[in-house]
């Protein structure tokens, strides 16, 4: 799949990092270093800008070593980035550790990975089928 994208960052394209690797690594596109205290979140932007095909979006999601290591994650996670927007990619991350953390220009901060998804049209009914869950959830099948 080729997709269309203007980088105005001074860091390279987005790039699979292993060859079965699913996410791409976005970096930050910052003038200064940004710190983020505990419990705070920011706005880092990418510099980058794309356009999807219709039928396509883009998630954004934090990147496993970052959530671990230093408990800063992607707050709104997955964040959707909808085919018809045209705005740079920003990641509201958020610091979940006890310790304030700094983020330079050019550090991978989130991935991406671009999937595709269907639009659902309603078929309002006043009653649904039957199925061996039922209204079943928050945990019902307990935990072992």
């Avoid at 205290?37 to 998630?59: C, D, K, M, N, S």
């Avoid at 970052?66 to 610091?95: C, F, H, Q």
């Amino acid at each position: 799949m080729t997709i269309k994208i203007v980088n105005k960052s001074s860091n390279a394209l987005p790039a699979y990092e292993t060859k079965a690797s699913a996410g791409m690594d976005l970096r930050a596109f910052l003038d200064q270093p940004v710190v983020i205290q505990p419990l705070e979140r920011a706005i880092i932007p990418t510099g980058l800008f794309i356009e999807l095909p219709l039928g396509f979006e883009a998630q954004v999601r934090p990147r496993s070593g970052l959530a671990a290591k230093s408990g800063i994650t992607v707050l709104n996670s997955p964040g959707t980035i909808d085919a018809d927007y045209r705005g740079e990619i920003k990641i509201i991350l958020v610091n979940l550790s006890k310790e304030a953390f700094s983020i330079n220009n050019g550090d991978r901060v989130a991935q991406m990975i671009i999937s595709r998804h269907e639009q659902a049209e309603w078929l309002e009914t006043v009653q649904l089928e039957e199925s061996e869950r039922g209204a079943g959830g928050f945990g019902h099948t307990g935990t072992k």
